[in-house]
């Protein structure tokens, strides 16, 4: 067969590319547009607590895929996709205009219009990690990691967004005589919240008309479910076979197995409970736990004393670093176990040092140094580009297992981010073990 124009495949990386970008970009765009909400809702700075909580029960959308997937047998992963899909944007389009809505409920004013919406895009995001994942599996591996550059981008491009909007900033008065200052000056935002949804609307709706784009681009993508790329999907890349055989990857088929049949769920279960993918499974849910859980929850904790300049450049940096990870993966892949768990072992370090200076806030080590700031910023970096590079790699590895095997990597996605998110709530929303200094003050003055 001879091979597909260049123009195809870069087309076809770049429609890959904005599919992924809509999976969570409804959630991250929340989350970077609490400093201007919080202004207006009447539950304040409690309300990413709220948040968090919807964030977690989100995962009933699984519970909604695995009942249709019960329901709806071999029906592929289409019509569950451009259901997430049409939640997300209908959502985003309603919390332009509903967000500052209020209502009285047991006695108090609460945003049940914003509290609402978030859990419908919540519930829409859990879900495409177990729609958008499988549907990949009929698209050779290096789809994948284009998949994964477009998820990096649903966080980077809300941040820019929120960067350009001008959230949070503010001006430190001179310090009078008497050594106390006064209030911050914050300045108002350049656009309103309503604008910044819409323009995450925006970003939802080309995700989902390059879904449409993909379908068209790639007529013989199969209704019915099947364990590796279809015949006619093989032209979309060069030296597909090449490739699959370089991969080496642990859920590769059986030889003797004919092309688009299905195996048995007996030989799937074993494949997947085997050490190897087992191993990969496990490191993805960790990694996720860490990353979409454990250090979100203590990010301003970490960056905030070392000023605003700093949390603003981690935030943007470590979201940039996800889609560079994803780039670094297309070109290099580490499939070796020991070299995976030890890239991990260096993002924990890089997370453990960050933690400590979570728990250390408002007072962590050089905060009025330069290199304070310098090593906060860089290990943010590090340890979301390590970890992301890790998931990745994991998930390609797990590629040729399938639909079967992308469905589990979405499952260990999804449990590890849940698990993150619960272990980390108690401790910053109930028994506060952790502080953060005020603005414009020095809390470590003698």
């Known amino acids: 067969m001879a091979a597909p124009p260049l123009g195809r495949l870069v087309?076809?990386?770049?429609?890959?590319?904005?599919f992924g970008m809509g999976s969570w970009a409804a959630v991250n765009g929340m989350w970077v547009e609490l400093p201007v909400v919080v202004k207006e809702l009447p539950e304040g700075w409690s309300l990413p607590s709220y948040l968090s909580v919807l964030v977690a029960l989100g995962n009933l959308g699984l519970l909604v895929v695995t009942l249709w997937r019960r329901l709806a047998r071999g029906k592929g992963e289409r019509g569950p996709i451009q259901v997430v899909q049409a939640l997300s944007v209908l959502g985003a389009a309603l919390l332009a205009q509903l967000w500052h809505q209020v209502a009285?409920?047991?006695?108090?004013?609460h945003s049940v219009a914003f509290l609402t919406l978030a859990l419908v895009l919540a519930m829409a995001c859990c879900a495409s990690n177990v729609t958008f994942l499988p549907f990949l599996s009929c698209l050779p591996p290096t789809f994948l990691r284009s998949f994964f550059l477009g998820q990096g981008l649903s966080a980077l491009l809300p941040c820019v967004l929120a960067l350009v909007q001008g959230v949070g900033r503010l001006e430190c008065p001179p310090a009078p005589s008497n050594g106390t200052p006064g209030p911050p000056r914050?300045?108002?935002?350049?656009?309103p919240a309503s604008t910044f949804f819409w323009a995450l609307t925006a970003l939802l709706v080309t995700s989902a008309a390059a879904f449409q784009g993909l379908l068209l681009l790639l007529p013989s993508t199969p209704s019915v479910p099947t364990e590796g790329p279809e015949p006619g999907l093989r032209g979309v890349a060069p030296g597909v076979d090449r490739e699959r055989v370089e991969e080496a990857l642990p859920l590769q088929e059986p030889p003797t197995q004919a092309a688009g049949t299905t195996p048995?769920?007996?030989?799937?279960?074993?494949?997947?409970?085997?050490?190897?993918?087992?191993?990969?499974?496990?490191l993805l849910a960790i990694t996720n736990a860490l990353t979409n859980g454990v250090l979100p929850a203590i990010q301003s904790f970490s960056c905030l004393p070392y000023g605003r300049l700093a949390?603003?450049?981690?935030?943007?940096?470590g979201s940039t670093a996800n889609p560079l990870a994803c780039f670094l993966a297309m070109g290099v892949l580490c499939r070796s176990l020991a070299g995976l768990s030890g890239l991990s072992l260096l993002g924990v370090l890089f997370g453990a040092y960050l933690m400590a200076l979570a728990v250390l806030s408002p007072c962590p080590p050089l905060v009025?140094?330069?290199?304070?700031?310098?090593?906060?910023?860089?290990?943010?970096?590090?340890?979301q580009g390590l970890f992301s590079y890790v998931k990745v790699a994991a998930s390609s590895l797990l590629h040729q297992g399938g639909r079967s095997a992308l469905l589990a990597a979405g499952v260990a996605i999804q449990v590890g981010s849940l698990l993150g998110a619960v272990t980390m709530f108690p401790l910053t929303s109930i028994y506060y073990l952790f502080h953060s200094g005020k603005d414009c003050v020095d809390s470590c003055g003698p």
């Open 311 to 317: 949390y603003h450049l981690a935030v943007v940096l």
């Open 186 to 191: 914050n300045f108002p935002e350049r656009f």
């Open 104 to 109: 009285t409920v047991a006695g108090q004013r």
């Open 11 to 18: 087309l076809t990386h770049l429609l890959v590319a904005l």
């Open 368 to 383: 009025s140094t330069t290199a304070g700031p310098v090593l906060v910023v860089l290990s943010w970096v590090l340890c």
């Open 264 to 282: 048995s769920p007996e030989p799937e279960a074993h494949r997947l409970l085997s050490a190897r993918p087992a191993f990969l499974l496990g």
